[in-house]
């Protein structure tokens, strides 16, 4: 405690009479405006009369370079009192000073007396300002002609035959050095190895020259004493004085490294400049080191990567839940490459092996965690097998076995999704409807969003759906607490979108209308199921094709639209419901978008499953569970019947494409193929076909079934179906969240005032939804 008493009480001091030191001083760097017009106009611009100018209150100035056309960053002047800083902060390291031969800067001016302070300051701010403006290669320029200037044996240590020193430095030069007496005309021309350096300044303020050494001349002009050093040395290496650059120029032979130089993507536009194509080996080929050892490696880690899945929205391999070190150990352990192709079995280091793969394989990425609910339990299995790495055999049927289920089943099912949408925009755009609905991650959701590294707690949860209409826009609608995101909210999403297309074709309803989902209960569920049966039994589409994608691979271009939305958000902070809207609609503006965006704020939706849960046939159940989910259903309006009395018939089928590979986890000895047998994963080919078929029940030979066991309708003295109530203490929740931001914002804050004219506008007073109804708008679609 006393230590730290007294270092307080001395800090007191020396602050105090720094201050008043500072205060003395300032008060002799006010220069008279006569004094300041005799200056450099440049120097004019930043002289200080004694007050302290904000760094941040002077812009910087950007100059173009004339040989690359680059831009670079003009640093703005300083004033008096930062050069008064930094001169008392600099400290030369020169051994001349110590031999007398020159002196510091201000040890110099100090000789001369305290009046010349003021004097001192304005002749560095004059040097300085003659490199302030110049970028790297001007002040190489400048620092060359500084030592030109000042050395006073060029010739002699260049090379013996230099003897006519005028030739050396050209005539005029020569001229000018003879009148400063910066070399001799009776100079010796023996070759010595040493430069010989005069510093010494003429100021016409002064009555001598100022005599300073290496470090304060470049201190006084701003440039660095090792440029000084490097010049000498380049002056020495060429036996040249006529040097343009004391840059060295590597030369590069075979062995050369260009990773240091080059990326995968400079290495690209290298031959894509030049009309060639170019593979990613040959790019790779182009960067490797020529060494057996990195090669070797190279090669090992081409047939690692690839054995993983490339994503369908970028060019990207990701790794499963892995880390560098032990992909690394396997590839240690991984002795048969080595022991065929070089003896003694050798290998890079592990931080070789990790600039290798940032280097030349930076698209591969060790995916954490895998960003879906669902996961494909096919290829947990294969990965599991290929990490457990049993031999080069094994891992060579696990790279089979994924080629067999990506081109027998996840991305079969994406070409025929993307069929159906060709079908949609260019063969029948007038009678055929394709869409995609899926809901946005949460993570993005929350308001206020203040960015990545802040996190307003219990702040408004939004729910973002988004239905893609190909060939028509992206339609995002926004629900808040006062609805739940379930089955009643997907289907008044589709409705709507059903309802926008009709009005854009004059009223005319799609013949048929493809729709795609994923696994979520809030899609996959009997309910949309019978809304769609509905639409064929009243005739609104003729045909209905309802698809979702095997589970774990259901990312499509959706997902892309949202992830251009969560990219936005993370580079920006949005604090109001309104200027959420506004963010998502500036995150597709641009010249390169030409998606058509729209934002509806849902409030309020119909009671989808009151009205349709009576009619539902209540053995149906199951299709959306475990093995027995049924990925694609087809709705069709036929003529009614016994067999269809509502006159619509609904089949199912297991896949969208009528032939799949299934691989199932067997023991090894009840396995037939050969990529079985080495791994215990049998391969199956299984035909996709439309049940119930003819032959599915005796006492039903037609193919086909219905689901609504009646047809439901609203009452006649109803001008709309029913609402759905709100979500029950939602009324509380958002009273509360009104309180929590007005005191989290300042009253006279507009994000303040913002909330609460939204508060205004759509808080209900409680949670009836016929009173809120009365009051605010209810848009019940179709």
Same mark, same amino acid.
């Given at each position: 405690g006393c230590r730290f008493i007294f270092f307080l009480y001395n800090f007191e001091i020396y602050f105090l009479t720094r201050s008043k030191k500072l205060t003395t001083i300032t008060s002799q760097f006010d220069i008279p405006i006569s004094q300041k017009s005799n200056m450099n106009e440049n120097v004019c611009t930043f002289i200080n009369s004694g007050e302290m100018e904000s760094s941040e209150a002077v812009l910087h100035v950007r100059k173009r370079n004339k040989k690359n056309g680059s831009e670079f960053q003009v640093p703005r002047a300083k004033n008096y009192r930062e050069l008064d800083a930094e001169i008392s902060l600099f400290y030369c390291n020169n051994s001349s000073c110590e031999k007398e031969r020159g002196g510091c800067y201000k040890k110099n001016f100090c000789s001369l007396g305290i009046s010349q302070l003021d004097l001192m300051l304005q002749v560095l701010s004059v040097h300085r300002e003659k490199t302030r403006i110049l970028n790297d290669e001007e002040k190489e320029t400048f620092a060359l002609k500084v030592f030109n200037k000042h050395c006073t044996n060029m010739a002699n240590v260049i090379n013996d035959t230099a003897n006519d020193t005028s030739a050396l430095y050209g005539t005029a030069t020569y001229n000018h050095l003879i009148t400063q007496n910066t070399i001799s005309t009776t100079e010796d021309k023996s070759r010595t190895k040493n430069f010989a350096f005069n510093w010494s300044l003429i100021i016409p303020e002064l009555d001598q020259p100022l005599k300073l050494c290496r470090d304060s001349l470049c201190f006084l002009y701003g440039i660095s004493p090792s440029l000084i050093k490097r010049i000498s040395t380049k002056i020495r290496e060429t036996n040249n004085a006529d040097i343009k650059s004391v840059k060295t120029e590597r030369n590069y032979d075979h062995r050369s490294y260009f990773g240091d130089d080059f990326t995968l993507e400079e290495v690209q536009e290298i031959f894509d400049s030049n009309g060639l194509e170019v593979s990613n080996s040959e790019k790779r080929a182009a960067?490797?080191?020529?060494?057996?050892? #990195? @090669? /070797?490696?190279?090669?090992?880690?081409?047939?690692?990567?690839?054995?993983?899945?490339?994503?369908?929205?970028?060019?990207?391999? #990701? @790794? /499963?839940?892995?880390?560098k070190r032990s992909i690394y150990e396997k590839y240690i352990e991984d002795e048969t490459l080595y022991e065929r192709l070089r003896p003694g079995h050798a290998s890079l280091s592990e931080g070789q092996f990790k600039e290798l793969w940032s280097n030349l394989f930076n698209m591969v990425k060790i995916r954490k965690v895998k960003r879906v609910s669902g996961k494909c339990w096919t290829c947990a299995y294969i990965n599991e097998c290929r990490n457990q790495q049993k031999g080069r055999e094994v891992a060579k049927a696990c790279k089979h076995l994924m080629v067999m289920h990506r081109g027998g089943m996840f991305m079969l099912e994406r070409i025929e999704y993307r069929r159906r949408v060709a079908e949609a925009v260019i063969h029948n755009p007038g009678t055929v409807m394709s869409s995609i609905i899926d809901g946005a991650s949460q993570s993005h959701c929350m308001l206020p969003h203040v960015g990545v590294n802040a996190e307003f707690k219990k702040g408004l949860g939004q729910h973002i759906e988004g239905v893609l209409t190909h060939n028509h826009g992206l339609t995002i609608y926004r629900s808040f607490?006062?609805?739940?995101?379930?089955?009643?909210?997907?289907?008044?999403?589709?409705?709507?979108?059903?309802?926008?297309?009709?009005d854009v074709h004059d009223g005319r309803f799609p013949t048929t209308w493809y729709i795609q989902i994923d696994g979520g209960s809030e899609n996959a569920n009997q309910y949309l199921l019978a809304v769609l049966e509905y639409l064929t039994i009243k005739r609104i589409c003729q045909s209905i094709l309802l698809t979702r994608l095997p589970v774990g691979h259901t990312h499509e271009d959706i997902d892309a639209c949202f992830g251009t939305i969560a990219s936005w958000f993370d580079r920006s902070f949005t604090q109001t419901p309104n200027d959420y809207k506004t963010a998502i609609l500036a995150a597709f503006d641009g010249e390169k978008s030409k998606l058509k965006i729209e934002v509806v704020d849902v409030f309020v939706v119909p009671d989808y499953q009151a009205l349709f849960e009576p009619f539902i046939d209540p053995l149906f159940s199951r299709t959306h569970k475990m093995e027995w989910?049924?990925?694609?259903?087809?709705?069709?309006?036929?003529?009614?019947?016994?067999?269809?009395?509502?006159?619509?018939?609904?089949?199912?089928?297991?896949?969208?494409?009528?032939?799949?590979?299934?691989?199932?986890?067997?023991?090894?000895?009840?396995?037939m193929t050969s990529v079985g047998r080495l791994t215990g994963l049998e391969p199956k080919t299984v035909l996709s076909k439309w049940y119930p078929a003819i032959d599915t029940h005796k006492d039903r030979a037609i193919e086909g079934m219905y689901l609504l066991r009646g047809i439901p309708c609203v009452p006649n003295n109803a001008n709309w179906m029913v609402p759905k109530q709100l979500i029950h203490g939602c009324t509380e929740l958002l009273a509360d969240l009104k309180l929590r931001l007005n005191a989290h914002y300042n009253i006279t804050d507009p994000y303040r005032d913002s909330w609460n004219q939204w508060f205004k506008r759509n808080q209900p007073q409680n949670d009836d939804v016929a009173m809120y109804i009365k009051s605010h708008r209810y848009y019940c679609p179709m």
């Open positions: 960067l490797i080191r020529s060494s057996d050892v #990195h @090669i /070797d490696a190279m090669v090992w880690m081409e047939e690692y990567f690839y054995q993983f899945e490339s994503q369908p929205n970028c060019d990207e391999i #990701h @790794i /499963d839940c892995s880390f607490p006062t609805v739940d995101a379930d089955s009643d909210f997907t289907i008044f999403c589709l409705l709507s979108e059903l309802k926008k297309w009709a989910t049924q990925h694609q259903y087809r709705f069709q309006a036929v003529v009614i019947s016994k067999f269809f009395p509502q006159g619509s018939k609904v089949t199912y089928r297991k896949y969208s494409s009528d032939k799949v590979v299934l691989i199932e986890k067997k023991p090894l000895f009840n396995c």
